[in-house]
């Protein structure tokens, strides 16, 4: 593979890209980290204060609170999307299903729509006097009709939000990797006469294993950078009590509106690191789980 | 399972089809309700849009009051707020960003698979640390370069910063290592084959699914990106559709109906879209999945 | 088109996309060339930025009669609030020039004033207002909320007085005359009677809108201020936890929970309030005058059915109004023509045209003092039942109290709207309905906002060695 080719070649296919990404990601991210060790007030003045901004991080209540909540949502997502997403793939990938194209549009319909919107319509609906507490009263007589959801049920209110806009996106990623595999090898162990639990167990997780641990990382970063749905959903606001508010609502709330930009850095800094160790144990847990 | 579909149906398959079935179309409905919401709210006349949660309520069909509802928004939205032109811009920039993003990404994944080079694994563990990364971090940096190069207020300052699609690099790397063997390469090398030529006439049809999917991807980016366009752009005429569609939302008053018109008319083209490149979205968004 | 993909397939092979692929590229290739052959007026002169719409079209008229007849033409950027002030935050930190004049919320200014004075990214006007006899034409509260450490950095737009908005229709029907009512107390036992399923839909129906939550936060300043409470006194020093400011949190809690509960969930630009509102769910709002505007225009329906009171006091005698909302002109360092727009910025805000469209329009009056004996003010204004609602708004306008600039006013505030959530679920699983069962509570709700506020306060390096 290092044979027969120019020495430039490389350099010129990669070229584009690391310009941009060296102007435009690398030096704002370099930027950034200086800027986590400043205090920048009222946008212009900066003094350098070290790990100042740090040290505070981790005494200061909000953040915690953020990362709980961020780690809530991101362990609903995980735990509720991701299996709810793989049945649905299950089920679509069933060999009777007909009208199969038409269902998989129908699930991944909401991933088309703009995030600003989906929060603006599950307002509306999760109100008190919206389609949610709607149905359910008229369901079932004994539900409170005017039932708070986004003032005592936050967190499971965005949670509902954000799976009924991504289901369908993780599904497709399940699917396509069910249908890699099942033709051939389900038959199989079909022949070989196993059930289907023992098929589930010993051909669709193995084969849909690089496949899950990809989309539980893309669903981790994804829900650990929760903010736009959040932000419009609870009025520009971490809701009541704060039960909403996420880590990079809590960046944006010192950064854009506290104009604390220093302080904003060095929580985006703490969260890269979060995610990145995230991104390791993954790592370290998918390939235990190969070999 | 009933792989044959031949034989005879036995009752225990009957009940699964109706289990099969009946799941399906519930979560198909729940899906869509949303939806139905969103499409009832856009045609309903903005004094009576409260007045039901669906359709208005009347002495028509079914007794909903068809003659209350009316595409006024519509119509609204292309005469009054000329909406004709943020579509356009949408188009352009959606569409721009995402073949050069999708060929940046492509190059460059592929090299990063099939080359050895100095600076290698440099650039590639700098790209999985920037799929970590927040974006809001980077706004004010990147407004500050953005004027130094003078491209505040052109789409060049909207769609360049955009090129450097991290996360598409890792993707292609991944499909390049999955599907393109390197017994190819080396057969065209020998064939004589400049390296420019080798990846547009070799490489690029096998990783064609992730060409597919990441074009995608990055275009319903673009098109749903609100934040960056507005910080980006001054100039009205150059707004895109999302911006247009926020700009209804006045911070005095809202009119909720031609928002919810406005948001299906962004829907429609994406939607489109997406029927068109479905296959590969889906057989390339595995691609990038499956370990290389 | 197709001779352009021709010569596109002889360097990329036609199997590299999909159909679906190609015509993105046609898109892009296509949409090219349409937006580069669609001109765009070129612009030379001002950039003015705004937010609200409804402003934008009364400035236009006037910057279009600037523009006729004077240089250099100024153009008119609306942007979403989130927008212009990310905008600003970042033209203030990389010094790159943002607009000439920039009309900002209230809410997002103080945020400019935090770091030392010399920094403050608006040029000071100070010297200008008053050399130039402007500092006493204008209404002095509204002068409040632009002005840091005694420097005034922006022109003011409006008064916002505040009044008591409530369904004439429904209170007359029910024989309560409400405009006998002089305390917030008296109000809330002159409305009690009304608390019940009005309407048969099996909810119970209360009365004024007033929640918790980052909704209600203006209107929970609003009361503060109105009692004479606030957040930050005038030196900017932080006085949360004090004897009014708990009274208040108390006697709203109180309005919140329990037998005596008369407060509702009702916010304002929401569809659901407005929808509660139209259907009388609802019949009482704090207004100031500029809502008036947005009641209109989002619930026609409610048109004679609306009137106006001065709020209730909290003591006998006590003050009649407060203030909600507010925007200012400032002119950013970074403009290279402060003459022109400082030129620009009096011709709009100053001028009687301007003043008249924003009361027709929106029931705006303005801060120009010279102005409030027009006859336009007086006019009958049907929406509200017929009376001179410009009228009623002038007469409280001098009693507007004054409003803090500091920037950690926007912190506390949200601080002190989550004591108030907390308030109200503590007397809820407590069930202690009185407000002088709630003061205890307040009192260690606010103490403890307090502490949050000021461990803030004390992390700003540059507030705290300046003098």
């Known amino acids: 593979m290092n044979s027969g080719y120019p020495k430039w070649a490389p350099y010129v296919l990669v070229a584009p890209f690391v310009t941009v990404f060296a102007v435009f990601m690398a030096y704002p991210m370099l930027y950034s980290a200086v800027m986590a060790m400043q205090q920048t007030y009222g946008a212009k003045a900066s003094q350098f204060v070290f790990l100042q901004n740090f040290e505070y991080l981790l005494s200061d209540p909000f953040f915690w609170k953020a990362v709980r909540n961020t780690f809530v949502f991101a362990a609903g997502s995980v735990l509720i999307q991701l299996p709810l997403s793989l049945g649905l793939a299950m089920l679509l990938n069933q060999p009777q299903v007909r009208g199969r194209v038409i269902f998989r549009l129908i699930f991944f319909s909401p991933a088309l729509v703009g995030t600003v919107f989906i929060a603006m319509m599950f307002g509306l609906m999760f109100n008190k006097q919206g389609l949610v507490n709607f149905t359910l009263h008229g369901l ?41 595999v099942s033709r051939d090898l389900s038959e199989a162990a079909m022949v070989d006469g196993a059930g289907p639990f023992a098929r589930f167990r010993n051909v669709t997780i193995p084969a849909i294993r690089p496949v899950a641990s990809f989309v539980v990382l893309l669903s981790l970063i994804g829900s650990f950078q929760l903010f736009e749905l959040a932000w419009v959903l609870l ?57 | 399972m009933a792989s044959t579909p031949k034989k005879k149906m036995k009752p225990g398959t009957v009940v699964m089809y109706v289990v099969l079935y009946t799941a399906l179309i519930f979560c198909a409905l729940v899906t869509l309700v949303p939806f139905a919401y969103l499409f009832c709210a856009s045609l309903k006349p903005s004094a009576i849009f409260f007045d039901n949660l669906f359709l208005p309520t009347g002495d028509g069909l079914f007794g909903i009051g068809w003659e209350k509802m009316n595409f006024d928004h519509y119509k609204r939205l292309f005469s009054e707020e000329g909406f004709l032109r943020p579509i356009l811009n949408s188009t352009f920039y959606a569409s721009v960003t995402g073949v050069l993003a999708t060929l940046f990404a492509a190059t460059s994944g592929y090299a990063l698979a099939k080359f050895q080079f100095r600076g290698r694994d440099g650039i590639t563990k700098l790209v999985l640390a920037a799929l970590v990364v927040p974006g809001a971090l980077l706004f004010a940096p990147v407004y500050q370069m953005l004027y130094w190069f003078g491209m505040l207020d052109s789409y060049t300052g909207l769609i360049i910063p955009a090129l450097a699609p991290a996360f598409g690099v890792y993707l292609f790397r991944q499909a390049t290592v999955n599907s393109v063997p390197n017994e190819m390469l080396e057969s065209a090398r020998i064939d004589g084959c400049g390296e420019i030529m080798i990846f547009f006439t070799f490489v690029l049809p096998l990783i064609r699914p992730m060409m597919g999917a990441f074009l995608l991807l990055t275009f319903l980016g673009c098109w749903n990106n ?40 962004s829907i429609v083209p994406v939607l489109a879209l997406f029927l068109l490149l479905q296959k590969e979205f889906l057989s390339g968004l595995t691609a990038g999945a499956v370990k290389g | 088109m197709s001779r352009l993909f021709r010569l596109i397939f002889l360097f990329v092979p036609r199997e590299s996309l999909s159909v679906g692929g190609w015509i993105i590229v046609g898109l892009a290739l296509s949409s090219s060339i349409a937006v580069l052959s669609w001109p765009i007026p070129q612009r030379e002169g001002l950039e003015f930025w705004l937010f609200s719409k409804g402003h934008a079209e009364l400035y236009q008229v006037k910057t279009d009669q600037w523009n006729a007849q004077r240089d250099p033409d100024v153009h008119i950027s609306l942007l979403s609030n989130e927008s212009l002030q990310q905008r600003m935050l970042a033209s203030f930190l990389s010094d790159t020039p943002a607009a000439d004049v920039i009309e900002v919320e209230r809410n997002f200014v103080p945020q400019a004033f935090t770091g030392p004075i010399k920094d403050v990214g608006f040029i000071d006007l100070t010297d200008r207002l008053k050399e130039e006899g402007i500092y006493d034409q204008l209404n002095g509260p509204s002068f409040a909320p632009w002005t840091s450490r005694g420097r005034i950095f922006g022109l003011p737009h409006d008064v916002h007085p505040m009044m008591l908005a409530y369904r004439a229709d429904l209170f007359e029907a029910a024989g309560i005359d409400l405009t006998q009512v002089q305390t917030w107390d008296e109000f809330a036992e002159a409305v009690r009677p009304l608390v019940g399923d009005r309407n048969g839909d099996g909810i119970t129906d209360y009365v004024i809108s007033m929640w918790t939550g980052g909704g209600f936060r203006d209107q929970l300043e609003a009361l503060l201020l109105q ?60 207004m100031p005058d500029w809502l008036g505007g947005v009641w209109e225009m989002d619930m026609p329906a409610l048109s004679g059915k609306i009137k106006l009171m001065p709020l209730p006091a909290w003591e006998p005698g006590g003050r009649r109004t407060s203030v909600w909302g507010g925007t200012m002109l400032g002119i950013p360092k970074t403009t ?132």
Request: net charge negative; no cysteine.
């Open chain 1, 140 to 180: 079932f007589s004994g539900f409170d009709p005017v039932y708070p959801w986004l003032e005592q049920f936050v967190m499971g209110s965005l949670i509902i939000a954000s799976l009924w806009q991504y289901v369908g996106f993780n599904m497709i990623y399940f699917l396509a990797a069910l249908q890699n």
């Open chain 1, 235 to 291: 009025n520009n606001s971490g809701g009541p009590n704060d039960q909403g508010l996420t880590v990079v609502m809590y960046l944006y709330q010192n950064g854009f509106i506290s104009f604390d930009l220093g302080y904003a850095s060095a929580i985006g800094w703490a969260l890269a690191i979060l995610l990145m160790g995230f991104a390791l144990v993954q790592h370290r847990v998918s390939t235990i789980g190969e070999n």
């Open chain 2, 226 to 265: 609100f934040i960056g366009a507005q910080i980006v752009l001054q100039t009205p005429e150059k707004m895109p559709l999302a911006v247009a569609i926020n700009q209804l939302r006045g911070v005095y008053g809202t009119d909720y109906g031609l928002i919810m018109a406005g948001t299906v008319v």
């Open chain 3, 227 to 286: 009692a004479g409470g606030a957040l930050f006194d005038e030196a900017e020093r932080m006085q949360i936890n004090t004897e009014l400011n708990a009274r208040v949190l108390a006697t709203l809690a109180s309005w919140m929970v329990g037998p005596d509960r008369i407060a509702v969930d009702a916010p304002e630009f929401d569809p659901q309030g407005n929808q509660m509102r139209l259907d009388g769910r609802v019949l009482v709002a704090l």
């Open chain 3, 336 to 467: 290279e023509d402060f003459d022109s727009a400082w030129t620009f910025a009096k011709h709009l805000y100053l001028s009687e045209e301007l003043a008249e469209g924003l009361y027709r329009k929106h029931y705006i009056i303005s801060p120009v003092k010279a102005f409030w004996d027009r006859s336009f003010y007086d006019e009958p204004v049907e929406f509200f039942g017929g009376q001179p609602v410009g009228r009623l708004y002038i007469d409280l306008a001098p009693q507007v109290p004054l409003r803090t600039s500091s920037p950690f006013n926007t912190y506390a505030k949200d601080r002190v709207a989550n004591a108030l959530y907390l308030l109200k679920e503590y007397a809820n699983e407590n069930q202690k309905y009185k407000p002088e069962e709630l003061m205890d509570e307040a009192h260690r709700l606010l103490k403890s906002s307090e502490d949050l506020v000021t461990r803030q306060v004390e992390r700003n390096v540059f507030l705290r060695s300046e003098p």
